[in-house]
């Protein structure tokens, strides 16, 4: 069973329909006995940092994902906000967040070279692979992307970037530290390629 973290925001029904398609079994739930009990755990969604904090303390969930889902080696994806939350601290709201992965998240520049900069970034982006990742099998290299953010992660360790994209900075699009993965780029959004990503992640042997 995978676990879908409700944190009473985002779009999980997305993610859920995603899962089925591919044929795992899934279910959307904010219980913690059953995310502890959980073959894999997923934190998708989109929001604000701060927000999403406050939900998953409310729910008596950081520990739960720090320790018996992180921690204790279990499979675990972030997405969008997801990505986002795994990191130290967010200058979006000035959240602290859940420390799993050493680093910050930073707003997009408001300019590019004395040109207004859109924030935020809403679309298709080519995403480059910096090192291989079982994660990435049978996805080519610069393949496009969805995504819908503006703030974005900088992993304190350049090592835990398995992708990057250029959107007014190069930033990490897709970061791996053990069994945690995580994507800026919503996976359940990005056609078949995104569905062949959520699928190894089903399918790996952390």
């Known amino acids: 069973m995978i676990a ?15 899962l089925e398609y591919l044929g795992h079994e899934c279910e959307i739930t904010d219980r913690p006995e059953k995310i502890v009990a ?3 755990v997923i934190l998708p969604g ?43 601290r ?9 420390g799993i992965i050493p680093g910050h998240v930073t707003r997009y520049p408001r300019s590019l070279d004395g040109c207004p900069l859109k924030v935020p970034q809403i679309g298709w982006n080519r995403v480059r692979q910096a090192r291989r990742h079982p994660v990435f099998t ?15 992660p900088i992993p304190d360790d350049p090592s835990a970037t398995i992708a ?25 959004k990005s056609g078949s390629a995104g569905l062949k990503m959520l699928d190894n992640f089903c399918r790996l042997n952390f």
Do not use: W
């Open 138 to 152: 049978g996805v080519p290299d610069n393949t496009h992307f969805y995504f819908v953010n503006s703030y974005y």
């Open 46 to 88: 989109v929001g604000a940092a701060g927000a999403t904090m406050e939900n998953l303390r409310a729910l008596n969930l950081v520990d739960v994902l720090r320790n018996d889902v992180a921690r204790a080696g279990k499979p675990f994806l972030g997405i969008c906000i997801g990505i986002q939350v795994l990191l130290d």
């Open 90 to 98: 967010s200058e979006e709201d000035r959240a602290d967040c859940l």
């Open 4 to 18: 879908i973290v409700d944190y009473k925001a985002g779009n999980l029904a997305s993610v859920k329909r995603a």
């Open 38 to 40: 959980a073959d894999r």
């Open 164 to 188: 990057s994209c250029d959107y007014g900075v190069t930033f990490a699009a897709a970061v791996a530290k053990g069994n945690v993965l995580a994507t800026q780029f919503h996976l359940e």
